[in-house]
């Protein structure tokens, strides 16, 4: 073991079973270990160097803001806030933007839109968040709670009352548990990422909509994962044709910078007022300036381009030796592999490609601009470790 990472193992908290890899450098899909072995990097930082590692465009951005104002409390006005939030908008039809540091700091404002919401329009027993079993929502108390698996719960008991989780599929099901609970709000993943990635069916997403806007309880979407462009549209939720009342984002919006946004709708725009929220770090200009350099590249262009690599990795991968499954959507994309996943890991670690597991499955979230010929070898190197 290496010196550095004796010193990672002996003073950082050991919440991480990291690879035994120092990473130094890099750029865009590639990126350099303390040997200067290169390797393709199919997991993007798990979905969040949308544009890949020190992108130009992306580093000039927020360097020109890292040298002109790099924090600002949010007492005063900044222009790359402000300039980001109405992008968000414009790109969405939604109304205004809270911006937090994480994804489960932007699922927190959401539960607390929906719980001042329902409590306003139905009375204060109307606080329950319903969720899918096999979710993940965040590690703060409330998200795990939100989190719809139980080995996340078990050693931290008391977690925050008021959630509850349906079985994702189960429509009706669903429908009585929201009445049952006096539900304020159904939250749900698009695609289940850390779940597994699984996507939800078409008539699912839309029944659960349709019913939110009937009985008056918020419909939100978590796109903290299969937000910005990663699906092949810029957020998941464009490809069930419904409207949510109000999502989250996080990961790939900042490119590698820490930033999330909870999004919502006219319905819920005043939901929140002054001092019913707040953030120290919330909006910071660096953050921002770099997620509107991200968020103006995530154009028509792009996103057929993110499905037309999609369909080339669905292509080449399904049926192939040693894989049984493809599932997802866009380039967020499990593998289930006949060998198990931590091994195919390894073995593809020593070819020189980065992936990502999710639950039994060989997960992928590349950058979104990964040149065809980097993926290529990255989806040859799958194919021959699952093969052998
Ligand atoms: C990663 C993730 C989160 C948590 O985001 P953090 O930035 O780690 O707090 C929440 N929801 C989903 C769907 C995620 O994939």
């Known amino acids: 073991m290496s010196n550095l990472q004796q010193i990672d193992k002996q003073y950082v908290a050991g919440t991480y079973n990291r690879f035994p890899v120092e990473i130094v450098s890099g750029k865009g899909s590639l990126v350099y270990d303390e040997n200067g072995k290169e390797y393709i990097d199919m997991g993007s930082g798990i979905g969040v160097t949308a544009f890949g590692i020190a992108d130009e465009e992306w580093v000039a951005a927020a360097a020109a803001q890292l040298a002109k104002v790099q924090h600002m409390s949010n007492l005063y006005y900044t222009e790359p806030c402000a300039l980001l939030a109405r992008e968000l908008c414009t790109r969405t039809g939604m109304a205004k933007v809270f911006f937090a540091n994480s994804g489960a700091e932007a699922n927190e404002c959401l539960i607390k839109v929906a719980r001042k919401y329902a409590a306003e329009k139905k009375g204060p027993e109307y606080s329950t968040i319903v969720t899918l079993k096999n979710s993940f929502h965040g590690r703060t108390l409330t998200t795990l709670s939100a989190t719809g698996q139980e080995h996340y719960h078990e050693l931290f008991q008391p ?11 189960d429509l009706e099901g669903i429908k009585a548990l929201a009445k049952q609970e006096k539900a304020a709000a159904i939250l749900i993943e698009c695609v289940q990422g850390e779940g597994g990635v699984i996507a939800m069916e078409q008539d699912f997403v839309k029944g659960l909509a349709a019913f939110c806007k009937e009985e008056d309880i918020l419909f939100m979407v978590d796109e903290v994962q299969t937000g910005n462009g990663r699906t092949g549209q810029l957020y998941a939720y464009m490809n069930y044709g419904v409207q949510p009342d109000a999502l989250s984002t996080a990961k790939g919006l ?31 200009p660096v953050c921002c300036a770099g997620a509107l350099s991200i968020l103006k590249r995530i154009d028509d262009k792009l996103l057929a381009e993110v499905r037309r690599k999609a369909e080339y990795i669905r292509e080449q991968l399904e ?15 499990g593998i289930k592999t006949e060998k198990p996943a931590g091994e195919v890991l390894k073995a593809l670690m020593e070819k020189g490609v980065l992936c990502l597991t999710a639950k039994d499955k060989v997960r992928l979230l590349p950058a979104l601009n990964i040149p065809m010929d980097v993926l290529e070898r990255a989806v040859n190197a799958i194919k021959d470790v699952c093969a052998e």
């Open 159 to 169: 977690l925050t009352p008021g959630f509850v989780h349906g079985e994702a599929g």
């Open 254 to 284: 900042g490119g590698g910078l820490p930033l999330g946004a909870a999004l919502m709708s006219q319905k819920v725009e005043n939901v929140l007022g002054f001092g019913d929220h707040g953030s120290t770090f919330g909006g910071n």
């Open 319 to 333: 049926g192939a030796k040693g894989i049984t499954g493809i599932t997802g959507m866009g380039l967020m994309v």
